[in-house]
């Protein structure tokens, strides 16, 4: 699905990202923890295609293709989805009209006819009842004045919606009560398939007991130190961070 | 000889060509000596500080219309909003085309303001309403000097008037350079409710200068929906003079759309004469490579506890720019009044600009009023989020800026007004909006 080699990534000439490898196979879940500035988000950024950062060395490679020189929007058609850390308020455009864009461009992309629009409605149905999302709230204004838990269901809403191949969920935890952390956690394991794989970015080894990873990896300086499986986030969240980094300079 | 003198030389011949009766006569001879006096506006004068009319002034207009000039509806039908049944009242260089024209004396009248000139039934109407809301500015007086065609529309009280009015003009390039000077006036008598939409529209390359001047007065408790399509081609240009005198309880409304022409000026003005009135002045531009556009608003609060709502949105590509001048006046009686106004600009480009300067002049001391002006760039945040959903750079763009002028679109009464503002706007940005606004 993903395989990332020796990526090297920098803003504004301070390497960020020095050094990444990562394969990640349909069906799996990889969890991604780490210290703050350790470049989780940006490596969630540069796979999803943000032009601020730039690749200094290595490749992105989805299902075969390099993926480097492509534009946000065509990482998307291709199923790269992006949950982000604080999704952006856009006043006059409402979460309708904005999921009815994306699908059809994302249609349009692959040669397909808009999507019908009795179609479009019954999804937005089933996949607003998933995330437990009020009818009312869908003609709002894309995440303006909605709450921390709020925006981080739409962000999961969307993916639902856009049925990705490579979901990455950046920080989706943060901000959340435990109701609304459990309502986003079990939005996700329903969308999860054999086909799917998700990377979920996370601090907290609280969101892990939700969404079970197959492997969790530890970010630090640009590059993962560490990897293991679920018992490294349960080890890293009794013992934190400290330890891996006298590892390291050890 | 230059413009200014080209017109004053042929004020006499245009007198003698014109069967008028004595009122009317007295009124353009005292114009005429107004414009002689003032001339064209100039940046010396503060008021166009930040719009030249020197290339637009070079051309050698012709400024008597000709006969009109033959058009098939099938030609201009996309000029009008055709997917409704309305009056129109339509002038092909500046001549009244009957055939292309939906008038009527039903009960209201719709009309022409050559009839109403010299008409004997209209004589009150004019003796009470004719250039006394227009100002005595030179390029005012210059319209009234010349006025002669242009739309007469006199709603009496209690109509609710179904149909929209659309007033056209077109041009068809008969001429090298043409100059237009188009004269309407609108009365909406007690409880009545009409709604304007104008446009103006050059079919050839032939530079066009249209000096146009709009008087509406709006009786106790009337209401007027006044919308001004401006989408024009790169070698026309408009300066719109439109004054609102509004009777007690009445509401007044003007939404002007500009996206095209080469140099637009906006001088709109509502006079607030009289308790609990409302007036609101919305406004989206979007143009990009050299052009020009200039809104001047004026409104006079001049009695206690009314209303104004200004909003005007911008966006400027290339090397366009664009003028913000809100002038917002409350007279020391006019207590309770609350005055908003609100300029918000977008620069696509490093050289596109935008001069913005909101005036207050406020003696009446219990008073809400409020202004805010922004000049900013698309947010590329919001740019990044809606890509990475997998909406393209020239959708995404077009979506804020759809989103952007949302707030004016959403006052629109009419849908289908706002469905082809839509159409124009995504045309302009070259993509295709999936949804109705």
Same mark, same amino acid.
């Given at each position: 699905?993903?395989?990332?080699? $020796?990526?090297?990534?920098?803003?504004?000439?301070? #390497?960020?990202?020095?050094?990444?490898?990562?394969?990640?196979?349909?069906?799996?879940?990889?969890?991604?923890?780490?210290?703050?500035?350790?470049?989780?988000?940006?490596?969630?950024?540069?796979?999803?295609?943000?032009?601020?950062?730039?690749?200094?060395?290595?490749?992105?490679?989805?299902?075969?293709?390099?993926?480097?020189?492509? #534009? #946000?929007?065509?990482?998307?058609?291709?199923?790269?989805?992006?949950?982000?850390?604080?999704?952006?308020?856009?006043?006059?455009?409402?979460?309708?009209?904005?999921?009815?864009?994306?699908?059809?461009?994302?249609?349009?992309?692959?040669?397909?006819?808009?999507?019908?629009?009795?179609?479009?409605?019954?999804?937005?149905?089933?996949?607003?009842?998933?995330?437990?999302?009020?009818?009312?709230?869908?003609?709002?204004?894309?995440?303006?004045?909605?709450?921390?838990?709020?925006?981080?269901?739409?962000?999961?809403?969307?993916?639902?919606?856009?049925?990705?191949?490579?979901?990455?969920?950046?920080?989706? $935890?943060?901000?959340?009560?435990?109701? #609304?952390?459990?309502?986003?956690?079990?939005?996700?394991?329903?969308?999860?398939?054999?086909?799917?794989?998700?990377?979920?970015?996370?601090?907290?080894?609280?969101?892990?007991?939700?969404?079970?990873?197959?492997?969790?990896?530890?970010?630090?300086?640009?590059?993962?130190?560490?990897?293991?499986?679920?018992?490294?986030?349960?080890?890293?969240?009794?013992?934190?961070?400290?330890?891996?980094?006298?590892?390291?300079?050890? | 000889?230059?413009?200014?003198?080209?017109?004053?030389?042929?004020?006499?011949?245009?007198?003698?060509?014109?069967?008028?009766?004595?009122?009317?006569?007295?009124?353009?001879? *005292?114009?005429?000596?107004?414009?002689?006096?003032?001339?064209?506006?100039?940046?010396?004068?503060?008021?166009?500080?930040?719009?030249?009319?020197?290339?637009?002034?070079?051309?050698?207009?012709?400024?008597?219309?000709?006969?009109? /000039?033959?058009?098939?509806?099938?030609?201009?039908?996309?000029?009008?909003?055709?997917?409704?049944?309305?009056?129109?009242?339509?002038?092909?260089?500046?001549?009244?085309?009957?055939?292309? &024209?939906?008038?009527?004396?039903?009960?209201?009248?719709?009309?022409?303001?050559?009839?109403?000139?010299?008409?004997?039934?209209?004589?009150?109407?004019? *003796? /009470?309403?004719?250039?006394?809301?227009?100002?005595?500015? &030179?390029?005012?007086?210059?319209?009234?000097?010349?006025?002669?065609?242009?739309?007469?529309?006199?709603?009496?009280?209690?109509?609710?008037?179904?149909?929209?009015?659309?007033?056209?003009?077109?041009?068809?390039?008969?001429?090298?350079?043409?100059?237009? =000077?188009?004269?309407?006036?609108?009365?909406?008598?007690?409880?009545?409710?009409? =709604?304007?939409?104008?446009?103006?529209?050059?079919?050839? *390359?032939?530079?066009?200068?249209?000096?146009?001047?709009?008087?509406?007065?709006?009786?106790?408790?009337?209401?007027?929906?006044?919308?001004?399509?401006?989408?024009?081609?790169?070698?026309?240009?408009?300066?719109?003079?439109?004054?609102?005198? =509004? +009777?007690?309880?009445?509401?007044?409304?003007?939404?002007?759309?500009?996206?095209?022409?080469?140099?637009?000026?906006?001088?709109?003005?509502?006079?607030?004469?009289?308790?609990?009135?409302?007036?609101?002045?919305?406004?989206?531009?979007?143009?990009?490579?050299?052009?020009?556009?200039?809104?001047?608003?004026?409104?006079?609060?001049?009695?206690?506890?009314?209303?104004?709502?200004?909003?005007?949105?911008?966006?400027?590509?290339?090397? &366009?720019?664009?003028?913000?001048?809100?002038?917002?006046?409350?007279? +020391?009686?006019?207590?309770?009044?609350?005055?908003?106004?609100? /300029?918000?600009?977008?620069?696509?480009?490093?050289?596109?600009?935008?001069?913005?300067?909101?005036?207050?002049?406020?003696?009446?001391?219990?008073? +809400?009023?409020?202004?805010?002006?922004?000049?900013?760039?698309?947010?590329?945040?919001?740019?990044?989020?809606?890509?990475?959903?997998?909406?393209?750079?020239?959708?995404?763009?077009?979506?804020?800026?759809?989103?952007?002028?949302?707030?004016?679109?959403? &006052?629109?009464?009419?849908?289908?007004?706002?469905?082809?503002?839509?159409?124009?706007?995504?045309?302009?940005?070259?993509?295709?909006?999936?949804?109705?606004?």
């Amino acid at each position: 699905m993903l395989k990332i080699n $020796d990526l090297h990534a920098s803003v504004e000439d301070k #390497a960020i990202l020095r050094g990444i490898n990562l394969e990640v196979k349909p069906g799996e879940v990889h969890a991604i923890m780490g210290p703050n500035g350790s470049g989780k988000s940006t490596l969630a950024s540069v796979v999803a295609g943000k032009e601020e950062y730039e690749v200094d060395k290595g490749e992105i490679i989805l299902n075969g293709e390099n993926i480097d020189e492509l #534009a #946000a929007e065509e990482r998307a058609h291709k199923g790269v989805f992006l949950s982000f850390q604080y999704p952006v308020e856009i006043p006059g455009v409402s979460v309708t009209n904005f999921m009815k864009t994306a699908i059809n461009e994302t249609r349009k992309a692959k040669g397909l006819d808009d999507m019908p629009a009795n179609e479009m409605l019954k999804m937005i149905r089933e996949k607003s009842e998933l995330l437990e999302i009020d009818r009312k709230f869908l003609s709002r204004s894309l995440n303006e004045g909605f709450s921390g838990g709020e925006k981080k269901r739409n962000e999961i809403f969307q993916m639902a919606m856009l049925e990705p191949k490579l979901a990455i969920l950046d920080e989706t $935890d943060s901000g959340l009560d435990i109701d #609304a952390l459990r309502i986003v956690a079990n939005g996700v394991n329903k969308l999860k398939s054999k086909d799917n794989a998700v990377i979920v970015i996370t601090h907290y080894q609280r969101l892990l007991d939700y969404i079970v990873p197959d492997y969790v990896h530890v970010l630090y300086n640009g590059r993962i130190v560490k990897s293991g499986t679920k018992e490294l986030a349960h080890e890293l969240e009794e013992k934190g961070y400290d330890w891996i980094k006298e590892e390291i300079n050890a | 000889m230059d413009l200014k003198d080209k017109l004053v030389s042929s004020f006499m011949a245009f007198e003698n060509s014109v069967d008028l009766d004595a009122p009317v006569h007295d009124v353009r001879s *005292e114009a005429i000596k107004s414009f002689e006096d003032k001339g064209f506006p100039t940046k010396r004068n503060e008021a166009w500080k930040y719009t030249s009319l020197n290339t637009v002034l070079k051309h050698d207009y012709s400024v008597f219309p000709k006969q009109e /000039n033959a058009l098939e509806y099938s030609e201009i039908k996309k000029y009008f909003i055709h997917d409704i049944d309305s009056y129109k009242i339509v002038f092909v260089n500046g001549k009244y085309s009957s055939h292309l &024209s939906q008038t009527t004396h039903d009960g209201i009248d719709v009309c022409l303001m050559s009839a109403a000139l010299t008409k004997p039934k209209y004589r009150l109407i004019i *003796e /009470n309403y004719f250039n006394k809301a227009a100002t005595k500015d &030179s390029l005012s007086s210059l319209n009234t000097a010349f006025s002669q065609e242009g739309a007469y529309i006199h709603i009496p009280k209690n109509k609710v008037v179904e149909k929209p009015i659309q007033i056209l003009h077109f041009s068809t390039g008969n001429e090298s350079a043409l100059m237009l =000077q188009p004269r309407n006036l609108i009365v909406v008598d007690e409880n009545s409710h009409v =709604q304007i939409i104008e446009r103006h529209q050059s079919l050839t *390359e032939n530079p066009v200068l249209t000096n146009s001047v709009t008087e509406i007065f709006t009786n106790k408790r009337a209401i007027v929906d006044y919308y001004k399509i401006q989408n024009d081609n790169h070698k026309a240009s408009l300066i719109d003079n439109t004054f609102i005198k =509004q +009777k007690r309880e009445s509401h007044a409304s003007v939404h002007t759309f500009s996206f095209g022409g080469q140099l637009t000026r906006n001088n709109l003005n509502f006079y607030q004469e009289g308790e609990r009135i409302d007036s609101t002045l919305k406004g989206v531009t979007i143009i990009g490579d050299k052009q020009h556009v200039d809104h001047n608003t004026l409104v006079h609060h001049i009695e206690p506890n009314c209303e104004s709502h200004q909003d005007y949105k911008g966006i400027f590509s290339d090397k &366009s720019t664009g003028v913000f001048n809100g002038k917002v006046v409350v007279d +020391k009686i006019a207590q309770k009044t609350n005055a908003f106004q609100a /300029n918000n600009n977008i620069l696509l480009s490093d050289k596109a600009s935008i001069n913005t300067k909101p005036q207050l002049e406020i003696f009446a001391d219990d008073v +809400k009023c409020s202004h805010g002006c922004t000049i900013g760039q698309l947010d590329e945040s919001a740019m990044f989020y809606m890509r990475s959903r997998g909406i393209p750079e020239k959708e995404a763009k077009a979506l804020l800026m759809f989103a952007f002028s949302n707030n004016v679109l959403d &006052s629109v009464k009419i849908p289908e007004i706002k469905q082809r503002i839509t159409k124009i706007i995504a045309n302009k940005l070259g993509v295709n909006i999936g949804f109705d606004l």
